[in-house]
């Protein structure tokens, strides 16, 4: 039996959704480093997909990407296509298990983002909105991977899902109540 405070969970994930996108519509923008920007809506989708079942995860995945088109000037539709699909596998392949910094959370994290930000460099080169093969996977591609992983670290650190949760222990030593993760 788990007790879990539930409203300062969503509080949480609440203020996180909001900085994101108050960064991607702020920050994101001004922020260009070798051609690559912050994706701040793949970042929010990937941290929050990593505790989150999959139905769950589709729906932040969904409405992440859908914020991202409508605020950038790429084609609508694509980006949340691209964050649906990777939420989904995302969380399937995390089980909902994985949240804060931890290695194999930033290494499940990073790995999702470089095929996010390859896929969409060679569709935005399909599409004839990048005119070169090569600046559109490695330009965009890696050095976006780059700048959303060091966003990413930050965002792990303060997901609330990696927060210890309360719960019964069925051992009689020391104190009623046990920390897990």
Same mark, same amino acid.
């Given at each position: *039996?788990?007790?879990?405070?539930?409203? /300062?969970?969503? $509080?949480?994930?609440?203020?996180m959704?909001?900085?994101?996108?108050?960064?991607?519509?702020?920050?994101?923008?001004?922020?260009?480093?070798? #051609? #690559?920007?912050?994706? =701040?809506?793949?970042?929010?989708?990937?941290?929050?997909?990593?505790?989150?079942?999959?139905?769950?995860?589709?729906?932040?995945?969904?409405?992440?990407?859908?914020? =991202?088109? +409508?605020?950038?000037?790429?084609?609508?539709?694509?980006?949340?296509?691209?964050? &649906?699909? @990777?939420?989904?596998?995302l969380?399937?392949? @995390? $089980?909902?298990?994985?949240? #804060?910094? &931890?290695?194999d959370?930033?290494?499940?994290?990073?790995?999702t983002?470089?095929?996010?930000?390859?896929v969409?460099? +060679?569709?935005? =080169?399909? *599409?004839g909105?990048? @005119?070169?093969?090569?600046?559109? +996977?490695?330009?965009?591609?890696?050095?976006?991977?780059?700048?959303?992983?060091?966003?990413?670290?930050?965002?792990?650190?303060?997901?609330?899902?990696?927060?210890?949760?309360?719960s019964?222990?069925? $051992? #009689? $030593?020391?104190? /009623?109540?046990?920390? &897990?993760?």
């Open positions: *039996m788990q007790i879990r405070d539930t409203g /300062r969970s969503t $509080r949480s994930i609440a203020i959704c909001a900085v994101a996108a108050v960064c991607q519509v702020a920050l994101s923008p001004q922020i260009s480093i070798l #051609g #690559g920007s912050i994706n =701040f809506m793949l970042v929010l989708s990937c941290v929050l997909s990593l505790s989150s079942d999959a139905p769950s995860a589709v729906y932040i995945g969904f409405f992440s990407g859908l914020f =991202f088109d +409508l605020t950038s000037a790429a084609p609508i539709g694509l980006m949340s296509l691209l964050l &649906t699909v @990777s939420s989904f596998l969380a399937g392949s @995390s $089980r909902g298990a994985l949240g #804060g910094l &931890t290695p959370s930033l290494r499940l994290v990073v790995g983002m470089f095929v996010v930000n390859l969409y460099g +060679l569709c935005l =080169f399909f *599409m909105v990048q @005119s070169d093969l090569l600046w559109a +996977l490695l330009g965009h591609g890696i050095s976006s991977t780059v700048l959303d992983a060091i966003v990413s670290a930050l965002f792990l650190m303060f997901n609330p899902s990696s927060a210890p949760t309360r019964f222990s069925a $051992r #009689g $030593r020391g104190s /009623r109540y046990k920390m &897990t993760r």
